[in-house]
């Protein structure tokens, strides 16, 4: 069936590295893509989004890569933060279908110090 | 500027109870939607509406109904809980075309 899953359940990082968290999305209809992030006992944040006419966009301090040859979706977080300890999501929205989003389970990133 | 607001925060029910949950936002937005999260799951569409007056089944509509009476309102109801509806609920909205949704903080239903 169409999902958008994670490739890692759980990444530790030491504060100040890089992080990359990865997701899967095997539906090539979807046209637009979302990271989120949620905090202990709050909803889903945005992050970044991007387009499925793009491959690559830039926020402060994240980025983001599709890669729709291979349906896949990665989240660059730079020097990473204790306070960007959360569990992240990517979401994907098909063409059409009145932004009803897919979400993966989710990967939790612990920030060490 | 409150964005979604959802009430109640916590709740628990016993089983067969009937409970109605209220999300409210003021943005103006057209779409909302209503979403559960399972322990360690990503959250799956229950229904969802485009506009005042309409709804939709989601994903996972079995056991809910949802009434779009008022624009900046989306009440989702439960009939008869069941233990299997213990979760946490997420209630969402955007204005039109490809936006990242909003979402409220969540209520945390448990049924007993």
């Known amino acids: 069936g169409e999902s958008v899953g994670l490739h890692l359940p759980t990444l530790s990082v030491q504060e100040g590295d890089n992080s990359i968290i990865n997701c899967a999305y095997s539906?090539?209809?979807?046209?637009?893509f979302i990271w989120y992030k949620q905090e202990s006992g709050k909803g889903p944040q945005f992050i970044i989004d991007?387009?499925?006419?793009?491959d690559k966009r830039q926020g402060q301090r994240v980025t983001v890569l599709l890669n729709k040859t291979v349906k896949h979706l990665s989240l660059q977080i730079a020097a990473t933060q204790p306070g960007d300890s959360a569990v992240y999501f990517c979401?994907?929205?098909?063409?059409?279908?009145?932004?009803?989003?897919?979400f993966g389970a989710g990967t939790r990133l612990a920030v060490h110090p | 500027n409150a964005g979604v607001t959802q009430t109640p925060k916590f709740r628990v029910l016993k089983t067969g109870q009937s409970m109605t949950l209220l999300c409210a936002q003021d943005?103006?937005?057209?779409?909302m939607y209503w979403y559960r999260q399972d322990p360690g799951m990503g959250l799956r569409l229950i229904h969802y509406?485009?506009?005042?007056?309409?709804?939709a089944k989601g994903e996972v509509p079995d056991g809910y109904n949802v009434s779009r009476l008022k624009k900046q309102n989306f009440l989702l109801g439960l009939e008869s809980a069941a233990p299997s509806q213990t979760s946490v609920y997420f209630c969402?909205?955007?204005?039109?075309?490809?936006?990242?949704?909003?979402f409220g903080d969540g209520t945390r239903l448990s049924i007993l």
């Open positions: 969402a909205s955007i204005g039109q075309g490809n936006q990242p949704q909003h």
């Open positions: 979401a994907e929205i098909l063409s059409g279908g009145y932004n009803k989003l897919i």
């Open positions: 539906n090539s209809a979807s046209d637009y």
């Open positions: 509406s485009v506009g005042e007056g309409t709804t």
């Open positions: 991007i387009r499925s006419n793009m």
């Open positions: 943005m103006n937005h057209e779409y």
